[in-house]
């Protein structure tokens, strides 16, 4: 019909990856399949999980590393997170539930708190710790110019088709002036 044709995947780093959410997603079979597959390449921090980059370079990696030998490069499109979170501490698994935020939020949230925004060079994502007026600490992880850059030259590095953002409900400048400056966008 000439329509496109494509499907999110979860984010495998191996063929025999265990885990229900991993075992239903056949990369080879499926990238045979679609014209086009979106790497969901993002919450390894997520709202019941421990404080951490949503998306960790290394982790991101991982994921491309195995779906290249699966898929044809020029099919794939790597997923960007375009969110963070923000956690109470400490982490008690079962119990806490991170807060998502936009990354704006995250930014305009620093500010308020007058806490000193960091960046994880291993991760290659910002973060920030503050304390809220109840007494509570919290970490925060989300994505910025200079996260957004790492991610998106992994485009060019591994050949891929492009990349796809969640969500695009939460306006952030600096993504399209990063991905501007990169890429020619269609």
Known sequence: RGLFLWTA???????????????GHDYAAIGAAVDGALLMTYEWGYA??????????????????YAVTAIP????????PNYGYDWPL??????????????????????EQGAEISYDETAQSPYFHYTDNAGTAH????EDARSLDAKLRLIQEYGLMGAGFWNLMRPFSQTWLVLDSLYQIR
């Open 9 to 23: 995947l979860a984010p495998k780093t191996s063929a025999s990856q265990t885990g229900i959410l991993y075992e």
């Open 48 to 65: 019941q999980g421990p404080p951490m980059a949503v998306a960790p370079l290394p982790s991101v990696r991982a994921v491309l590393d």
């Open 73 to 80: 490069r020029e099919k794939l499109l790597l997923g960007i």
């Open 90 to 111: 400490p982490f008690v698994s079962g119990s806490t539930r991170a807060r998502s935020l936009s990354n704006q939020q995250a930014i305009a949230l620093a500010v």
């Open 139 to 142: 970490a925060v992880w989300f």
